[in-house]
């Protein structure tokens, strides 16, 4: 199937499907229906069977979606079934509860290292690391097999800091910066913009 | 107007138009164009008026807009002219970075107090505030008119810290647990789920 009629949408449900899964994992349930999946999630039945027909079906009628399977075939669309190798950029608060965040290990997200341009915090432990410098970002992405970098920094350093990181062959940008970040075309970030996030809350308490 | 056409989407991006609007502030713009607008924003220029227009226009033939006032009125728009009390409950990593995060406050986003069950994180200090037990809650929230509860806790006591926080009269939920809430029709959640928004990348890498 062409990988360009999988939507935008459907791509940032997944996620939220592959979750479910594991909580019915967790309750030892060997299969589900759409329709209690559905109940579950808060989406419809046939928005269920839509979404997972993108990729193939997995359910079967009159039995419903066998869990473990489902699970493993969504973790591998997800790309959870090899590991991935993290750093991270920023050696603060944020960066320190990122690296520290054990959701992420459980789905083969492996941190290995944080990194962060002020002198005082090199050489800092965080979890099982030790913070480094900048200047060793370069050497480490390479042996290191790393993929994924995280930007838990200001805006103001944000965009030479990516365009560095290319440079060193990262392709992947997981944005906590609170500004959009500019990347030649063959690399992506997922932007988490906390205050973006927040105002709508204050949205909903002013206009609700 | 009535409230309801406005849709999510535009919801979502109203945020985004503050943060740039920000930036123009800072870099001493008075008026923008919806031209420029739409090349720094990266969507198009028909999108922004559109956008905009459900608010009530701002701009004018010829001028653009002005980066004060349209600012200031999605600033009103996003609840942000009136200061909005926060609490943060759990003070591990997250919660404590949250509790620090400078870019709330110029908002006129406040985080009045940091909660956590564990007793021997109660009295410590996270910047200008010190950990309090979940004892002590009820009294606070009365007392503080606090309007948001962060929840940086794990997912198994979500569901029953949300519900006694409904009980106390919060209505607005940040939710950084890692499971969607399910709250009464009146209270609202806007979920953080990092690991959904990491696997955005771990797609991409698989699929892209």
Redesign the interface.
């Given at each position: 199937m062409p990988?360009s009629v999988?939507s935008d949408a459907v791509?940032?449900r997944?996620?939220?499907y592959?979750?479910f899964l594991t909580?019915l994992q967790e309750e030892k349930a060997e299969r589900i229906s759409s329709e209690e999946l559905s109940r579950r999630?808060?989406v419809t039945a046939s928005q269920i069977r839509q979404d997972l027909n993108n990729f193939g079906g997995f359910g079967q009628q009159g039995y419903g979606y066998n869990v473990d399977k489902l699970k493993a075939e969504l973790g591998r669309?997800?790309?959870?079934d090899?590991p991935?190798h993290i750093i991270i950029i920023g050696a603060?608060?944020?960066g320190?509860?990122?690296a520290?965040?054990s959701?992420?290990q459980t789905?083969g997200?492996i941190v290995k290292g944080i990194f962060d341009a002020n002198p005082s915090l090199v050489g800092k432990r965080v979890g099982d690391l030790e913070v480094m410098p900048m200047s060793a970002l370069k050497d480490f992405i390479r042996d290191n097999d790393i993929?994924?970098a995280t930007l838990a920094i200001p805006k103001e350093p944000a965009a030479s800091v990516a365009a560095e990181l290319y440079g060193y062959g990262i392709?992947?940008?997981?944005n906590f910066a609170?500004?959009?970040l500019d990347l030649p075309e063959d690399a992506?970030s997922?932007n988490?913009?906390?205050?973006?996030?927040?105002?709508?809350?204050?949205?909903?308490?002013?206009?609700?």
């Open positions: 990988k999988i791509k940032r997944l996620p939220r592959y979750r909580t999630m808060g669309i997800l790309g959870l090899t991935h603060g608060n944020l320190q509860a990122l520290g965040y959701n992420f789905r997200l993929s994924i392709r992947a940008f997981w609170h500004v959009d992506v997922e988490v913009h906390l205050s973006d996030s927040l105002m709508q809350l204050t949205y909903w308490l002013n206009n609700g």
